[in-house]
């Protein structure tokens, strides 16, 4: 019976929230996107924001600063949660501004502050939902690109609204966070999206 809820809790791991991000603008997007265009985002973005932290996680891993890759106490999340601010800045100062797209660029930003905010509860023993902070991120920037673009991705939406409240689910019943820490989470994720939206919406 847990079996679901562990594949759903690795399926839509928030590690995987900027490439999918990625994916989707490219996807959603009207914009011809030359091939060169896409893989001089998709590529580093990928390395930096899957590769990179899995082989950072296998470190802290080896040397006992982390128990899981879902890191279940408050003091493991500081440096996993530290190394993926340091990536996202990286890839805003240095990746982005090479192939620059807007929408990309403060959906990276709002996924800093989204890191930022979690960073900061953690110095104050508050262990959010990182899962549900991914899940709110991608839900509010697949909605703005909706508006954004004017296409019609109900479906698409529809289904990730679902998937959202299957990962909720999944977290309360595997007993990783309290339901007002999957909540936090993800209104961390989708208030900060909506934050940046104004600059390019």
Known sequence: MRLFPKVLSYIFHPLFVPIAGTLVYFIITPKYSPPELQSGNILPIFILTVIIPIIFYLILFNIGLVSSIFMPSVKERI??????????LTIVLKI?????????????????????????????????????????SLLMFLICLSIHFETNITIGLSLFTLATGLVATSRLYLKAHSK????IGFFIGLIAQLLTVRFWL
Not at 97 to 118: D, M, Q
């Open 79 to 88: 440096y996993p949660v530290l190394i993926h601010i340091v990536l996202l």
């Open 180 to 183: 007002p820490e999957v909540l």
């Open 96 to 136: 982005i501004p090479n192939n620059y797209i807007t929408e990309l660029y403060y959906f990276f930003i709002g996924l800093i502050i989204s890191a930022l905010t979690t960073l900061l509860l953690l110095f104050f023993k508050l262990k959010v939902s990182m899962h549900l902070m991914g899940m709110g």
